[in-house]
């Protein structure tokens, strides 16, 4: 298993203003994948990025993006320009691929972002 | 964009009895995926399933918890005995080919099936 440590409860940001929420894991693999979740209150879990292990640049998906930092296990989130829409629960995973590639995740225990009009 | 479904939204059942949920995941997919959410707490995974089999499981998946495809739409979870604990969100999820611009092995959720054990 991995282990992966969200050690922000709670943030607010002001709407339109940027906001990072902060990821570390723990894994003895080399190659695996992580990943940010969006939960809203519906609670489905939606994919906002991912970023596979392998590469150094750090991945974008228009207003996300994020900061990849390998060695020191740390793959936090940026949201710019925040908007009313991404208040939500946000949670980190890393992805362990087993041998017949099933990609098993591992999730933080989440961060509950509300942005403030 | 395809979905992944679960069936039912919302299930409540007595201590003891034995549930199934329900998941039909993307069409093309060839890896399928348990996870439960107790209220306030992280996603944990439950199960893999690939090939007809289970590829990895967690230790909260023990002996009560089973997974089948019976055929070649549907992918469910049994609890054989229903505990107080169990209580909780059940996440289907599915991956597989990297159609529709997403990469193979990411995720497609459903949207839950809540579990309510009284």
């Known amino acids: 298993a991995q282990t992966v440590t969200q050690s922000q409860p709670e943030m607010s940001v002001q709407e339109a203003e940027t906001v990072t929420l902060s990821c570390t894991y723990d894994t003895s693999e080399s190659n695996y994948y992580l990943f940010w979740y969006k939960q809203p209150p519906s609670r489905q879990m939606i994919l906002v990025i991912r970023q596979e292990a392998y590469k150094q640049q750090n991945a974008t998906e228009n207003r996300f993006s994020v900061n990849f930092q390998k060695a020191a296990k740390s793959f936090s989130l940026k949201i710019s320009d925040s908007q009313l829409g991404d208040t939500a629960m946000y949670f980190c995973a890393s992805g362990l691929t087993s041998q017949t590639g099933a990609n098993n995740l591992f999730f933080g225990t989440g961060t509950r972002l509300t942005v403030i009009p | ?118």
């Not at chain 2, 329900?22 to 093309?28: E, G, K, L, Q, T």
């Open chain 2, 1 to 118: 964009e395809p979905e992944v479904t679960q069936t039912p939204s919302h299930q409540v059942t007595q201590m003891g009895q034995e549930v199934i949920l329900r998941c039909v995941p993307i069409s093309n997919h060839l890896y399928f995926y348990w996870y439960r959410q107790i209220l306030g707490q992280k996603v944990e995974f439950l199960v893999s399933f690939y090939n007809n089999e289970i590829s990895e499981k967690s230790e909260i998946f023990d002996d009560q918890f089973s997974v089948e495809r019976p055929d070649g739409s549907n992918f469910t979870l049994k609890i054989r005995s229903t505990k107080l604990e169990d209580s909780a969100m059940y996440f289907c999820a599915s991956s597989g080919t990297g159609n529709s611009g997403r990469a193979w092995y990411e995720q497609y959720f459903g949207p839950g099936t809540r579990l309510t054990v009284t």
